[in-house]
């Protein structure tokens, strides 16, 4: 294996195959819950502690790639398994192995199978790390598709009663879209690996996207040749974050999964479909994202307000959360075709507040559902004089959800307005986005009141119990990064500053698309 980095070994590769390992581990203590448990938490928190070099040794200065990582995989089709990371990706995985183990640690009284369980998660994190992380297209395909199947079985296994038709609409609306995007990387690896071999390069780097955002305007594509390519690599992912009108697997996903696995689908698994739209759609295709950046920023604005409108109409909680998703995710898609630095920033950093709070959000509806078995909202209210722990945490996380200025949650959403402002999408599509905002308001605090506020009825809620320590403990930690990204959130900038830069110039310089040609 070929690697650039400071550790004198592949750190990268580390992080990413150690759940993977942990996995396999747990296979062998079936039977055995306890040790299970015990071993799973303890295994994801070693991954969490071996991805902070990352962190510590990660060069704010550079926007180039870095911790470079490379080995000729299959050299007679070009395919490499080739990982670096830049300040795009860098908060991504941090994200990823921050959240991993607080799921790990809400599934601790699964009673079914828990080895399996935890097996699950920990090779969901694998291929969720992979995806941040891969520079080969190939490779990111892989670990793509991978994640599909430990969330197919979380879902089909220890889901809900409509888990079933859940888990297959899930399946068949990511699957299908992902075939778009496999014929587009066939596609780039053919013609780059004739352009390398015509030219003298290195075929073994057909696959490279580094290499294809080199040699892509050498190809003599046409206008509609790039824009069907674009559209190859947007399907998949549109429907992975998802945009409207492709969103419709999410909330009954999100609904049936158990609580650690919408965790993990709102924390990370839909920033894949976000990253996958800056990482492929805006630096290999500039000239079609920057054409259609206007008409994707309405479908995102569409998809903020139907969300919100949706939410509030909603009276089971986990389903109003799961569309609180919908809208709050269309604000990153905003700023992503922003196309600035700004809102490309805002947008990364966006990705990480909504994993935090509406993450945060899911563990507390498990929690409250363990002891109630409902999510009906009208079968709460008062809560506050008997679980006063639990209501000051759904407070904090439905004001970072809000956008309450110190908390995460207002510095993603001002920055991607901001941005969004100040490019060419203008005043009238931000002043709609900002709409959402308000929304988002009405149908969280409407949330928050129906379970808090009002009367309470002593006979159904009276001898409820308040959170433990464990899910205190679990709660915590996101509520303190929350507190910290809106309270210090130039040093998550910073990092990632060079990097959007970086992109923003290279979509600012790249030739506008030749309409005849």
């Avoid at 919100?308 to 269309?330: C, E, N, P, R, W």
């Avoid at 988002?440 to 433990?468: C, H, I, W």
């Amino acid at each position: 294996m070929n690697f650039t980095n400071d550790f004198g070994f592949p750190i990268l590769s580390v992080v990413v195959l150690l759940p993977s390992v942990g996995a396999l581990i747990l296979a062998a203590l079936r039977g055995k819950r306890d040790l299970a448990r015990l071993f799973a938490l303890g295994w994801s928190v070693l991954v969490f502690a071996a991805s902070i070099p990352l962190l510590v040794s990660f060069n704010r200065a550079s926007a180039d790639m870095q911790f470079h990582e490379f080995v000729n995989w299959i050299p007679a089709w070009g395919v490499q398994y080739r990982l670096a990371l830049d300040g795009i990706s860098l908060w991504l995985v941090m994200l990823t192995t921050f959240m991993t183990p607080l799921a790990i640690w809400s599934a601790w009284n699964v009673e079914e199978n828990l080895p399996a369980f935890m097996m699950l998660i920990l090779l969901q994190e694998t291929g969720m790390l992979g995806v941040f992380v891969a520079q080969d297209l190939f490779l990111f395909y892989v670990f793509w598709e991978f994640t599909l199947i430990p969330m197919y079985f979380l879902i089909g296994m220890w889901g809900g009663k409509r888990r079933r038709y859940a888990t297959i609409k899930f399946f068949l609306y990511t699957f299908a879209a992902s075939v778009f995007m496999l014929v587009g990387i066939i596609v780039l690896g053919l013609l780059n690996y004739r352009y390398l071999s015509t030219n003298g390069g290195n075929t073994n780097e057909a696959f490279n996207l580094q290499s294809l955002m080199l040699n892509l305007p050498n190809f003599g594509l046409s206008a509609l040749s790039l824009k069907l390519l674009f559209l190859a690599f947007f399907v998949a992912f549109a429907v992975k974050v998802p945009l409207w009108p492709v969103h419709t697997w999410l909330p009954d996903a999100h609904v049936e999964a158990p609580t650690a696995g919408s965790v993990i689908l709102a924390a990370v698994l839909l920033k894949m479909g976000a990253y996958g739209m800056i990482r492929f759609n805006v630096q290999l295709f500039p000239q079609v994202a920057s054409e259609w950046a206007r008409p994707i920023a309405v479908l995102a604005v569409i998809g903020i307000i139907y969300g919100a409108v949706l939410a509030f109409a909603q009276t089971d909680i986990k389903k109003l959360v799961a569309y609180s998703s919908v809208s709050h995710m269309g604000f990153i898609v905003l700023g992503i075709f922003a196309l600035n630095p700004v809102g490309l920033g805002g947008s990364v950093l966006q990705m990480v507040n909504h994993g935090l709070s509406t993450g945060a959000l899911f563990l507390l509806v498990g929690m409250i559902y363990e002891r109630k078995h409902t999510r009906e909202l009208a079968a709460y209210g008062g809560l506050w004089r008997v679980v006063p722990i639990f209501v000051f945490f759904l407070l904090f996380a439905t004001m970072s959800s809000v956008g309450l200025p110190g908390l995460n949650g207002f510095v993603g959403e001002f920055t991607v307005m901001l941005g969004a402002f100040n490019s060419k999408l203008g005043w009238t599509i931000t002043a709609v986005a900002a709409v959402g905002v308000i929304l988002a308001a009405v149908y969280l605090l409407k949330m928050f009141q129906g379970v808090a506020s009002g009367p309470l009825n002593e006979r159904l809620n009276g001898d409820l119990l308040d959170l433990t320590r464990r899910e205190v403990a679990i709660l915590l930690p996101i509520f303190a990064v929350s507190l910290l990204i809106g309270l210090y959130s130039p040093y998550f900038f910073r990092a990632m500053e060079p990097s959007v830069q970086a992109l923003s110039a290279f979509v600012s310089n790249a030739a506008p698309l030749l309409a005849g040609r």
